[in-house]
């Protein structure tokens, strides 16, 4: 690879990501949000590519594979169908209107670089200016989590915060072991297919998906 | 040596598929029971195995078992005992549609136990914990407990954390309705999340240790190279792990899901989950505290862990006193116990950290017996609530007498271990130079105590709130068919309660305590 498309992907990739994260916070169709989910999954699996052969690690194509097969195609297509299964295309109210959200969410990119700045110092290689990206998606799905009533919703801001994560990890260490790799994937996968589930037994039992009903059990 | 520890990995998975495949025979229930005492006895050969030549370590280093992971290894499989033999050696007397028996007095004439309260009373066995589905999740939750303990990769800890969330969601789940499912979404959520937190710890751990050559989250290399660490990514990293652990570990403020995951829980799984899975997200605390230790020194995680530590004895006390759920009492209670555990992390030192794990194996035992004692209470009773239980001491002494028991070893008195443990905490934390912290700590225990012993009292020996007349009445014509015929104590309850009152006293595990201790701080 030379020397200038490998900052110029990095960037690619992480830009794709932040702006992906950024318009899950503003849409309120959770059909494009799951969309851009599976956008999302296809920008890691190319920032792991980029990463892997940058470093000449063999096993990053199969990693590449693995992350394009788990969160471009797998997840979307199970919290797609876990969407149409209940009829819940559309986002309830949020608790704060869109410009409150969007506000916050780019107040909280920035404090991303700024935290991201004070851990790793003003480093020169492309990854190392990119990693305030992987921070930023984590800080944003968990915006996300808090914000958002819908479960399904719910269940993006953990995959945001969950790709945030892998963001981090492949741009800081190259990764984990590839064991620790896998065990990790399919931990993430069996998480959402779980709350997937319990999703559509929710809509059978209680009517609906909104998380902020879900109170009669308390002190 | 090392096909041991295959061996305690692999035969759960092997009876989670007999099973799954047999799932409608009755006695697959009995599958899981055998998985635990397959670990207890293989905890204990460990310990006596690592005891003899030192720590052993399979599949190119990812497994590795020391002291301390046999310790824990004992730990699962003492408390997974009497959580699943007592839990699943549970015939459910349905309550008789006529009357509460708690109450009957008023309104049942004496002598009136009928053919059909007899034939309602026949124990018959719950439909969901005879289902093989039930008994292969529970086998699959122990291999995840096993795998945390005996990985040495921290990432590969991590893995098995998440595999415990996993296996025990449809387990909370188990018994339908909306109650189960809201704590279920919630457990599942915030388990999820915090334990994505501590990953993302990991990963800059891994980063951090890039500046002493190779990445490696490998638990035996990072404390080799903790100096080497970079101290600034160590310090984040530490602080977010334990921050995502202690969610799963059910330390304040992340424990909002605790309550209401271990009361809706069928009994042998919240005897599981509050007994050890607490204390094995616990152990992995442990082991990230020794990293960030030897790294950056202890003032970071002394801090982390005493916040933590204090706020839970103070959710505990604020919420025993009012609490109306005597399952969500016994949740908040571990709550209070795992408070405890971090305040003898932070304390640290010999004295401290053996006390934590012996305070691990006492508490454990206990609060699965206790479990399992509330699950056959729920039975008989019909209720969740601590009104409806009154006077259980006359009824049922058989639950009664274990209930009071328990009770007295949750709160710590002697000679239950479960008393010198907390002694062992609090005088290292004074020790340490931890004066007000153990002080805010005695003080909030006396209000934990106040609390749980009005609640059990009342349940056991409390007269019913509307029926000022029950006990001069039944003191003149003792009602007969509200006791039912008499029980004996179920025998797991009895050895849980048994041991509880021994290991105080039983020297033989010094050895293998201290040899714990010292693992903990990387001793061969």
Redesign the interface.
Known sequence: MTSELYPQLIALTTGLLLLTAVLQVWGRSLVRSIGLLAAQGVALAGLVLTVGFHVGEPGALFVAALVLVVKAIVLPWAMLRSARLIGETRERAALVNTAVELIVAAALTMLAYVVTG???GIGSDAAAHAVPVGFAL?LLG?WQ?LIRRS?VT?LIG?LV??NG?AT??FL???G??L??EL??S??VL??VL??GV?VV??QA??GHVD?SE?K??H? | MAVWIWLLLLLPLFLAGVSYGLRRSAWTRWLPVIAAVLLLVGGITLVWLVGLSGPVATASGLLRVDALSAWMLVVVGAVAVVALWGGMDRSVSPVPPSSNPVQPSSRRRPGSLSATDGAALRPTTDPILASGSFAALLCLFLAAMTLAVVADNIGLMWVAIELTTITTAFLVASQGGRDSLEAAWKYVVLGAVGVAIAFLGITLLSAASLTSGEATVSWVLLLQHADALDPTLAKAAGALAVLGFATKAGLAPMHSWLPDAHSQAPAPVSGLMSGVLLSVAFYVILRIQAITDAAVGPELMRGLLLVAGLLSLAVTAGLVLTQRDYKRLLAYSSIEHMGLLALGAAAGGPLAIAAVLLHMLGHGLVKSAMFVVAGRILDYVGSHRVADVRNLLRLRPDLAGPFLLGSAALLGFPPFVTFFTEVGILVAGFQSGLLWPMLIACALLLIVFAGIARHVLSMTVGVPAGHPQTVPVTRRAPDTSAISPPQRISLPIALALTATTVLGFAWPLLGPLTAAVAALGGAQ
């Open positions: 004070s851990l790793f984590v968990f989590l479960a719910q953990f915060l969950d994560i981090v990890s800081t260490s190259g984990l072991p064991t620790v065990g990790a399919l931990d069996l998480v779980i709350l319990l037994r929710m039992v209680h998380i879900l009669e059990l002190d």
